[in-house]
């Protein structure tokens, strides 16, 4: 029995020519190496106990091997006038996670890393191996397992000798940082300098093998980077492992989405649907950080940061992916017959080919705590520079206007929130956005925060009258006027369409009575946007409506609500006979629950310049260093999981925001709902706690103190006990991805 997965498939492409790629790779596996291929050589390879012996057994090639090489796959990232393909790095991994979806055996991996090494290090030496020749490369050197080497007639090895080898290595590998220059001599050997073992292990279809010797007087010498193909080899594989962590995430879902039980389908019992969504996070939070050490050339100085954060997330995924898709499947996971097992191994040879994630933690840190960062950006497309002038001079313009009467205009000009349309905003599609947000921070000019505003405007600008509009947005940018959000009930938090507060329709208008719980800026605030029920005998999410609230009418009532943080910022609102006039109903009477979901056409597009670390995690390593921690394993451990995180989550951002310009480009409005920012939504509030804890965790009994660090610490992991709450909680935004990205049926 097997799993075919969702239909539309999330891959490490995101523009057209990559993702026609990956479909194409995607239709060729399906074809020639459907899984009962890997599932006769399982059983072939199980049934003989070993792999192989010695190298260079044809035996451990699948059938499809000759017209794999014949399609030029190995070679993808080797360059056009060297015999390969011409395509880039990130070409190759585009490849390798299909690979790793379909589970096909062979050392493709292997190979394609072999080319790809010689080809950035040693294009002079791609004459020596025949097209069509296995090549493997000893990442770990003699003594130690190396992945597709039964097969391979050529083997690349760091070289051993004293004079040759990087300081402080004798049998392992040099260190991965090598952004100091620092290079390791490396040595390409034919099939008559080495021996090796074949072994099984969880995947026998791999051909791996244990190198026993080699024979350096053979070898043809070449240096490269210090690291660097260390960083490479765990990039591919890292590659791979997010095809298998796809395949089981997709199957999965499917199987809970169809599966009953207690006659229902067991993706609507909660803790199935969180086990789905979490591993669906975890899945592309690895990917994001694949996708970002895959754009990157292995020579740059910044990719041995990228390809740690990928080699820390990716195999880790597939094996946590794996166990987590047959604890899904149930006893039909724990069959023979089943594919699950069958990603399974493959998640477990690749999590364990791969350096455990603390060592690549401890790399993390090493790194970050010399000032190493990684520089996120972007490529602009080619028609940015003509609209960059305009946005450029109109910028200018504003800039050029005395600082005390700026803000009106930014206001009236649609500054303030250019992707709404005109003329609250500007009608900015995804890349003029980022232009303009580009131009002002080089221009020095600063946009006020319309606060809670920015979430009631919109329903306005859609669904309200044209007085309606007139009489409350321009007013409202200018920050003449000022709202709440008159949403949550004490009965009706994230289930919204559970509220109880009343509006009666009466001549003239409504009266209004009810309580709302948890509404910031109540007690300041000129207006409120009020979700209400007008027909009571209505559906759950019918006869509900929206009504603009005037907070200085009579029986309103608002209470300061003193959170645990000791403030009181959120407030409860009672309404008790309160008047609103029948011009203040926003859209139609009972369609009040269609204008609370209102998100505009186009999505807010922005990028953050600079590092990677955001500003939390910074703060962290900070601490740990004028503390003399970095040296505590324990510390180092959890700095370094944050670390890989905060990288993942901006390579997150930055994917969102390539999305929303490829589907600017392609004309289409830029609406949300990727997987990057629905994932990034919840991961990235977790994330931000686990920051505070972890200082608090630094400061020890510290934290008992009056000191500066403590209160600091202390009042940001009060204060961040509302991020998880506050616009739906943790818990639901998991149903929201499990129900909306994994199709999940709802409770």
């Known amino acids: 029995m097997t799993g075919s997965g969702i239909t539309s498939h999330s891959s490490l492409a995101i523009d057209a020519d990559r993702t026609v790629l990956a479909e194409v790779a995607r239709d060729w596996l399906a074809d020639k190496s459907p899984i009962q291929v890997m599932r006769t050589m399982l059983e072939q390879l199980s049934d003989s ?5 010695g190298h260079s057994d044809t035996g451990s090639l699948p059938p499809f091997w000759r017209e794999l090489h014949e399609i030029g796959w190995p070679s993808l990232a080797v360059p056009a006038e060297l015999g390969g393909q011409g395509a880039a790095l990130a070409e190759l991994c585009v490849v390798l996670e299909e690979w790793g979806a379909a589970a096909a055996p062979g050392p493709f991996s292997a190979t394609a890393l072999f080319n790809t090494v010689l080809a950035l290090w040693a294009p002079e030496q791609l004459c020596e191996v025949v097209d069509g020749e ?12 190396v992945d597709g080497a039964v097969a ?16 402080d290595t004798d049998t392992e590998l040099p260190d991965a940082d090598h952004n100091l220059g620092d290079s390791t001599t490396w040595l390409l050997i034919d099939s008559r300098g080495f021996e090796t073992t074949g072994i099984s292990g969880p995947d026998p279809t791999r051909g791996t093998a244990m190198l026993d010797s080699v024979d350096e007087e053979v070898g043809i010498p070449f240096s490269a980077p210090t690291g660097a193909i260390e960083m490479l080899s765990h990039l591919l594989w890292s590659a791979e492992a997010l095809g298998v962590a796809r395949w089981c995430v997709e199957t999965a879902a499917e199987w809970a989405r169809e599966r009953e039980q207690f006659g229902r389908p067991i993706g609507q019992f909660q803790a199935v649907k969180h086990r789905c969504a979490d591993a669906l996070c975890r899945l592309e939070v690895a990917r994001a950080a694949v996708w970002d050490a895959a754009r990157l050339d292995a020579n740059d100085p910044q990719f041995s940061l990228a390809a740690s954060a990928a080699a820390a997330l990716a195999p880790t995924a597939a094996f946590e992916c794996a166990k987590d898709a047959i604890q899904v499947l149930g006893g039909i996971g724990y069959t023979w017959e089943h594919d699950a097992h ?16 603390t060592h690549w933690y401890e790399r993390i840190v090493s790194q970050a705590s010399v000032g190493t960062r990684r520089e996120m950006g972007i490529d602009l497309p080619d028609d940015a520079a003509g609209l960059r002038d305009r946005v450029a001079s109109e910028v200018a313009a504003v800039a050029s206007i005395d600082r005390s009467e700026r803000d009106p205009v930014l206001a009236d000009e649609g500054w303030l929130n250019p992707h709404w349309p005109e003329p609250w905003g500007r009608g900015a599609g995804a890349l003029e956005q980022l232009l303009i947000n580009e131009e002002l921070r080089g221009a020095k000019v600063r946009r006020k925060h319309l606060g809670v505003a920015g979430w009631v405007l919109p329903t306005l600008i859609a669904h309200g009258s044209e007085d309606q509009q007139q009489r409350w947005i321009p007013a409202s940018l200018r920050q003449e006027i000022t709202w709440c959000q008159l949403f949550s009930e004490p009965g009706a938090g994230s289930d919204l369409a559970s509220l109880t507060s009343r509006a009666e329709v009466v001549d003239g208008g409504f009266v209004l009575n009810g309580q709302k719980v948890w509404t910031t800026m109540a007690d300041q605030s000129d207006f409120g946007l009020c979700l209400a029920r007008t027909d ?15 907070m200085a009418s009579p029986g309103v009532d608002v209470r300061p609500l003193r959170e645990l943080t000791g403030f009181a910022m959120f407030n409860e609102v009672f309404f008790d006979d309160v008047f609103v006039p029948l011009d203040c109903l926003v859209g139609p009477l009972h369609g009040g629950w269609k204008c609370a979901r209102t998100t505009l056409e186009n999505e807010r597009v922005s990028m953050a310049a600079g590092s990677s670390f955001g500003p939390g995690v910074l703060a962290l390593l900070a601490l740990a260093e004028t503390r003399g921690l970095l040296e505590d394993p324990i510390v180092r451990s959890q700095l370094g999981a944050l670390l890989v995180e905060s990288q993942a989550l901006a390579a997150l951002g930055v994917r969102t925001t390539l999305r929303a310009l490829e589907r600017d480009a392609g004309g289409n409005a830029a609406k949300s709902g990727s997987p990057e920012s629905s994932v990034s939504k919840l991961v990235g509030v977790e994330h931000v706690q686990r920051i505070q804890e972890a200082a608090l ?36 935004q998991r149903n929201v991805i499990a129900e909306r990205l994994l199709g999940l049926p709802r409770d």
């Open 49 to 53: 106990g070993s792999s192989s012996a």
């Open 134 to 145: 296995s090549g493997a490369v000893a990442v770990g050197g003699v003594g130690h397992v």
């Open 152 to 167: 391979a007639q050529w083997l690349i090895v760091a070289s051993q000798r004293r004079e040759d080898a990087h300081p």
């Open 342 to 357: 069958i990603y399974l191994r493959r998640a477990t040879y690749l999590k364990f080919l791969s350096r455990p994630s």
């Open 536 to 550: 009571p005998e209505a559906d759950k999410h019918e006869g509900i409506s929206c009504l603009v609230i005037d």
């Open 697 to 732: 965790e630094m400061l020890g009994d510290e934290v008992l103190t009056d000191s500066d660090a403590a209160k600091q610490w202390f009042a940001g992991f009060l204060g961040n006990r509302a991020l998880s709450i506050a616009g739906g909680t943790s818990e639901i």
